[in-house]
C-alpha cells in the first residue's frame, strides 16, 4: 500500500508481520526509532528508550513509488527533555524536580516532536529495508 523513492540515511532489513501496509508494522516503526536514536547520537551510544519515542498512531502513508516499490511514510518522534537531562547527566534530580516545578508554572513543554519520514521497502525474503529520509 505504502511506495516512494526516497535518499538514504540510514537503512537495514527487518521482519515484517504480514502487516498490508508497512508503515505502521511495529518492526519497521522500532527500526524508525533505532535508526534516529543513531542519527541523533552515532551508531554506538546506546539510548535509554524514553529519550526518543515514536509515537505509532501517527505512522501515516505519504505516497507510493510505482517503479521501485518503496512505501514512503512519516511518524513522529517525541523527544523528551528530562529524560534527555538524566541521559546526559546535564542535571541532578533535584534541579530535575524544580525544572519540572517551573516548567509547569510557565506552561513550558518538556518535550519536542520530530516530523520524521522513512521509506519501507518490501523484500522478496518477506522482510522490509527501512530508510530514514532526510
Known sequence: MCSATALVLGSIALSACGNSSPCAD??????????????????????????????????TFIGAGQENGKNRCSVVVTSDVIEMMRF?????????????????????????D?????AVQPLASGQNYVTLLK
Open 26 to 59: 511495529p518492526n519497521v516503526l522500532a527500526k524508525v526509532k533505532e535508526l534516529f536514536d543513531q542519527q541523533e547520537f552515532g551508531q554506538f551510544m546506546p539510548i535509554p528508550p524514553k529519550v526518543f519515542m515514536v509515537q505509532d498512531k501517527t505512522a
Open 114 to 118: 520530530y516530523l520524521t519520514n522513512y
Open 88 to 112: 546526559t547527566e546535564q542535571a541532578t534530580e533535584e534541579e530535575i524536580v524544580r525544572i519540572k516545578q517551573e516548567a509547569a508554572k510557565r506552561n513550558f513543554p518538556l518535550t519536542k
